[in-house]
């Protein structure tokens, strides 16, 4: 199958973009049967956003460390029958 250059509309800005035959032949060897929706500068600030820090976009609960003592901050809310460790502990325990 012969590719060609595409230019398809973005759906986030509405911009023209291509979609060169390079990305055709890495879609048609991944299986992907879709052609893509949006512009690499879209696609890339919708990874920025939903996947980038996931800390910023959970809310974080004050603890205080059962091994050290230190105050430190997870997501999700302590309960009084399991020890939470700060980052430095957890990981020293693993």
């Known amino acids: 199958m012969a590719f060609q250059d595409k230019t ?25 049967e ?6 690499r500068d ?12 996931r800390t910023a976009q959970r809310e974080m609960h004050e603890a205080v460390c059962a091994e050290c003592g230190v105050t430190t901050q997870v997501p999700f809310k302590p309960r009084n029958d399991r020890p939470i460790y700060c980052r430095d502990c957890f990981n020293a325990k693993k």
Do not use: H, M, S, W
């Open 34 to 39: 879709n052609e893509p929706q949006r512009c």
């Open 8 to 32: 398809l509309k973005c759906k986030d800005c509405g911009n023209d973009f291509i979609f060169t035959v390079g990305e055709q032949e890495f879609y048609a060897e991944k299986g992907f």
């Open 42 to 53: 879209c696609r890339n600030a919708r990874k920025r956003n939903d996947g980038g820090d």
